[in-house]
């Protein structure tokens, strides 16, 4: 029997067994925190910073904090909220970072609209890929193929076969399209100056509602949102 | 692409995790950069996916994928160095060598480096030219730099 | 050198090497470490062992080959004891004089010696120099006394005695109520209690306890660590020893940076020379403890500071950092409880046990005691490692012990702690140096480097300059440091180029505080630090690029263009020709012309009349 722990997100006790991260532990309990490099079944990242939640001071441990919850392991009587002014404001900002990277992706556009991203102030750019290490996990960690990785550092930083080759080891399983948020049905694009596409505007409201609930929402299924890959896992739909 | 001092490199390591940037760091002083058959059979040897090794050799500053130049100037921009103006060095010798940091110029002559402090501070702005440490570099001290090598080199031609 | 196997050996052998040094009538220092080096030291030690190589002076005099000595603007120095006299700059052109006048003699050599830039008067002796006066020299101090590649010197100096008095008498719990009760505070720039977080791995569950000495040094303008363990190894392995025996440690790490070779070089040779006598290894004098350090090379990356970076290093991977919601002295290298201190901090460990912890606690201010080494660099007369007690104010750094500004111009700021510091403006130069204290005023201790600024650097580029720093070196994972630092520092290149406009005030404000909140790491966390403290105490000379198209300092090449004024020109012609982008031509007196010139500042540099100076440019809104 695994030790069960019991912690307080937004609001609400959420008992999961000790390991569990914060972010699975409150997904599994409906509770909505929006993630984008996070997969199940391969260890968390915690690169997109999207999952952030502000853990709430405890005595003696210092001021409230921002982790990312993917990596943060559940433990008795941690306290969270992924929902707070501060919270909430983070998010936006790093997601319209990746809007920026990336404006005519589909997941990004949607996962801009769940976060209520209503400007971008930067210069576009038009990134194919958001570094989300997705691919690259699950060629390591499930297939243990280890064909590819991230190469580079810094803003150089990229996905990549070694020497741009495709090695041996490689089986052509095809997996990391399969996983990449940037795959699916494209998106048409900004449909709204600046940078934003507006298209999905009606499951923005739907959304926006009920900020901590899942509501199964499009959006969700539109950047991979890990609730969805884990009902995809569960039933077989993608 | 003579790989017999590989084996030697290679031979008896891998036991402690850290021996694999051991190896790529004493291939890089043996060869002046990584060649490719070189991380190939590193990874073969030791054992390490070559994805990984790949990794290795691009995160890292001090290794090289291209073979470098004849001579290397590595440009210290640290910031005693910056705020002796070394950003105006540097752009002199991008102009001059049409060679961007991390190159190398089109004959082969060049790399250009630069490098985040090599904490000789008080002779900054600090250039070194193949391992001599040149103190207090400004632009109009470059043409001289450059002469003084390339008369070494002549010397070396005539010679040979 | 004989295998020591108990305290008292090495108190035995001690007694023989002082003994033996007390035939050495004549003694001469010779500071050589990088920068000594990359002064030419090499060559004034072949042209001494060669004049000494003679029957009336070969036995009498003995040379002692130093690291850095921090007087590094006068390197190389030559110190002779006991005539007690100080040689600056020397070259080895000037050995003869020294060995057939002072040496011989007794005479002076006064053009070699030290010129107090106030004054005018010639110093002879190192305690008269106000560089040296003025300072706290606990650590660095000890280079004099050493050749870091002569065991010997260490342990007639008093080296391992620590050590063996606490394997002789120290329980590993007094160990660290000893540094605890010191309150030394990390030296890398965190200044977090050592003597807790030694505690804390020592209690932390786990098999195997990894001791690690970061030596990444990564700060561009600090190199302090570089002169403590290039020039005094063995007091790091001393350090690390006791600290070892205290958490209960059998391997430690030495990781340096790739750019020392020469430190990486003496504690190789330093960690063989322990080894032979028994210090390192198994059963060290006796006493039943086993510990052995390794030396781990860099590859190239300043985030490899960062201890989980580092930690992923050593693990022959990237430095990719992680998450730090469990501390590395829990789960470190190897997922095992690590005990991560930097170079000195360890180095501060001998004496807290030799001379107790009341000694270091009764030098410095409340919260932060002891001694710090700083390199200062930059626009002040005197660059070079001073070591000062905490709580001396930055004014006494910079002019007192600094001498003041370097070219006449005044002095603007100070930049500490790197790029996660702030610069902080004249006006608060009577800040002590102090770990809260900095950090209060938006800039922070770090691991030491010091720059001085003066009027002809523009914060707004300087600003720029270290997010591009760290742009480089930021490891890629996460989206805020990424994608943000590059963000903030497009936002300073327009403001540089005269693009900017007002609203990007908000937006880089907005940046900075994301970034520093929802970074996974230190590097990201305090990346906004600089331009935060700029834009705090030097908002006057953003607005100056934003509002008028023009910078202050008159650096930004785009807001500057060079003019020849008439009225001092000599009409040498010298400007035309070292031009190398042909952008000045005659025409009745000689013109600059905008459009060609690439603003290299050649011109200026060579201008002897300094008829050419820098005016503001014609930018056009």
Redesign the interface.
């Known amino acids: 029997m695994p030790k069960w722990v019991s912690m307080i997100v937004d609001g609400a006790t959420v008992r999961t067994p000790s390991g569990t991260s914060v972010l699975e532990a409150a997904l599994e309990a409906g509770i909505c925190i929006p993630n984008l490099c996070h997969m199940p079944g391969v260890h968390a990242?915690?690169?997109?910073?999207v999952c952030?939640v502000e853990v709430v001071a405890v005595a003696g441990s210092g001021p409230p904090?921002?982790?990312?919850s993917c990596?943060?392991?559940a433990h008795e009587g941690l306290m969270v909220t992924a929902h707070s002014p501060?919270v909430v404001r983070?998010r936006q900002?790093?997601v319209e970072?990746?809007l920026?990277?990336a404006p005519n992706s589909r997941a990004i556009q949607d996962l801009a609209a769940r976060v209520g991203v209503r400007v971008v102030?930067?210069?576009m750019r038009n990134k194919n890929c958001?570094?989300c290490g997705r691919c690259v996990r699950v060629c390591d960690e499930v297939w243990q193929s280890k064909s590819l990785g991230?190469v580079?550092?810094?803003?150089?930083?990229h996905v990549a076969l070694p020497f741009n080759t495709r090695p041996s080891s490689c089986k052509r399983c095809h997996t990391c399209i399969d996983v990449c948020p940037m795959t699916v049905t494209p998106c048409p694009g900004p449909q709204k100056a600046p940078g934003i596409c507006g298209l999905c505007e009606s499951q923005r409201s739907m959304a926006q509602n009920t900020p901590d609930t899942c509501v199964w929402c499009e959006l969700g299924r539109g950047f991979q949102c890990a609730r969805w890959q884990m009902r995809g896992l569960k039933t077989g739909i993608r | 692409m003579d790989l017999s001092e590989l084996d030697g490199i290679v031979q008896g390591r891998g036991s402690?995790?850290?021996?694999?940037?051991?190896v790529?760091?004493d291939i890089q002083a043996a060869y002046h950069y990584l060649p490719e058959e070189a991380l190939c059979r590193v990874s073969e040897t030791m054992g390490?996916p070559l994805i990984?090794v790949f990794?290795?050799a691009n995160?890292?500053?001090?290794?090289s994928l291209k073979p470098r130049g004849r001579h290397l100037i590595t440009v210290c921009?640290?910031?005693?160095?910056?705020?002796?103006?070394s950003?105006?060095f540097l752009?002199?010798v991008r102009?001059?060598l049409r060679v961007e940091p991390g190159g190398t110029t089109q004959d082969g002559e060049f790399t250009l480096e630069t490098?985040?402090?090599?904490?000789?501070?008080?002779?900054?702005p600090?250039v070194i030219m193949d391992g001599k440490?040149y103190?207090h570099m400004?632009?109009?001290k470059l043409?001289s730099l450059l002469g003084a090598v390339r008369a070494q080199e002549g010397r070396h031609l005539v010679h040979a | 050198m004989p295998r020591l196997d108990s305290p008292a050996a090495l108190e035995t052998l001690q007694r023989r090497l002082i003994a033996a040094r007390a035939f050495w009538p004549v003694r001469l220092i010779l500071s050589s470490g990088?920068?000594g080096?990359?002064?030419g030291s090499l060559a004034v030690l072949a042209a001494l062992r060669q004049r000494l190589d003679r029957p009336d002076l070969r036995d009498s005099v003995h040379v002692r080959v130093t690291g850095c000595q921090g007087f590094?603007?006068q390197?190389p120095l030559l110190i002779l004891d006991p005539q007690d006299v100080i040689y600056c700059r020397v070259k080895p052109q000037d050995i003869e004089e020294i060995v057939s006048q002072t040496l011989l003699e007794g005479r002076i050599v006064e053009r070699l010696l030290y010129v107090d830039p106030v004054s005018g008067a010639r110093v002879r002796r190192e305690a008269d120099i106000p560089f040296f006066a003025k300072q706290d020299r606990a650590l660095i101090s000890k280079n004099r006394w050493v050749d870091p590649c002569n065991v010997g010197d260490y342990i007639a100096a008093g080296g391992y005695s620590a050590l063996a008095a606490v394997l002789s008498w120290f329980a590993p719990q007094r160990v660290i109520e000893e540094i605890k009760a010191s309150g030394l505070r990390g030296r890398g720039g965190g200044g977090y209690p050592t003597g807790r977080k030694w505690e804390q791995c020592r209690n932390a569950p786990g098999e195997h306890r990894y001791l690690i000495c970061n030596a990444d040094?990564?700060?561009?303008?600090?190199?302090m660590d570089?002169g403590l363990l290039e020039g005094d190894p063995h007091l790091i392995l001393e350090g690390m020893l006791i600290g070892a025996y205290a958490v209960g440690s059998e391997q430690g790490f030495v990781y340096v940076r790739?750019?020392?070779p020469l430190a990486v070089q003496n504690v190789r040779v330093a960690i063989e020379q322990a080894r032979e006598m028994g210090l390192l290894g198994h059963n060290i004098l006796g006493a039943g403890f086993n510990f052995d350090v390794?030396v781990?090379?860099?590859?190239?990356?300043?985030?490899c500071g960062e201890s989980t970076a580092l930690m992923a290093?050593?693990?022959?991977?990237?430095?990719e950092p992680?998450?730090k919601?469990?501390h590395t002295v829990e789960r470190g290298y190897?997922d095992q409880p690590s005990l991560l201190n930097n170079v000195e901090t360890w180095a501060n460990v001998p004496d807290i046990i030799r001379r107790g912890p009341a000694w270091f606690a009764a030098r410095g201010t409340e919260t932060s005691k002891g001694s710090k080494i700083f390199?200062l660099?930059?626009?002040v007369k005197h660059?070079?490692l001073v070591e000062v007690r905490m709580g001396t104010t930055l004014r006494e750094i910079i002019f007192d012990i600094g001498g003041g500004p370097r070219n006449g111009k005044s002095i603007k700021a100070v930049?500490t702690g790197?790029p996660s510091g702030g610069c902080l403006p004249v006006s608060l130069f009577d800040l002590p140096v102090d770990f809260e204290a900095l950090a209060d005023a938006g800039s922070m201790m770090g691991s030491g480097?010091m720059?001085v600024?003066d009027e002809s650097?523009c914060m707004v580029d300087?600003a720029k300059?270290f997010l591009s720093?760290l742009?480089?070196?930021?490891?890629?994972?996460?989206?805020?440091c990424?994608?943000?630092i590059?963000?903030m520092r497009?936002i300073l290149e327009d403001f540089c180029e005269g693009r900017g406009t007002m609203a990007q005030f908000a937006?880089l404000e907005?940046?900075a505080?994301?970034v520093q909140?929802?970074?996974?790491c230190a590097l990201g966390k305090t990346a906004p630090n600089p331009v935060l403290s700029t834009l705090r105490y030097f908002r006057d000379e953003y607005l100056a690029h934003v509002e008028e198209r023009h910078c202050p300092a008159g650096a930004c090449k785009a807001l500057i263009r060079y003019e020849i004024d008439d009225a001092l020109c000599g009409r040498c012609g010298e400007c035309v020709a070292?031009c190398?982008h042909g952008a000045i031509r005659e025409d009745e007196g000689y013109v600059i012309d905008n459009a060609a010139c690439?603003k290299?500042?050649?011109c200026e540099?060579?201008c002897a009349p300094e008829a050419i100076r820098r005016i503001r440019g014609l930018v056009h809104a």
């Open positions: 990242l915690g690169a997109c910073r952030l904090r921002l982790t990312a990596t943060l392991e501060v983070a900002n790093i970072l990746l920026a990277e102030r930067y210069p958001v570094l991230f580079g550092r810094g803003h150089d930083r | 402690d995790p850290f021996d694999i940037m051991e790529l760091q390490v990984e990794r290795l995160f890292y500053k001090a290794f921009m640290g910031t005693a160095c910056h705020v002796r103006n950003p105006r752009d002199e102009r001059r490098v985040n402090c090599l904490g000789a501070c008080a002779l900054a600090v440490y103190e400004t632009p109009a043409g | 990088t920068c080096q990359a002064s590094c603007e390197e040094e990564g700060d561009p303008g600090a190199y570089r790739n750019e020392y390794k781990a090379r860099g590859g190239g990356a300043f985030v290093s050593l693990e022959g991977k990237v430095g992680r998450a919601d469990v190897l390199a660099t930059g626009h660059t070079g930049q790197g480097g720059v600024m650097v300087f300059y720093f742009q480089d070196e930021s490891c890629g994972k996460c989206v805020p990424r994608v943000g590059g963000r497009e937006v907005e940046l505080w994301t909140n929802t970074s996974l070292v190398p690439q290299c500042g050649i540099d060579t």
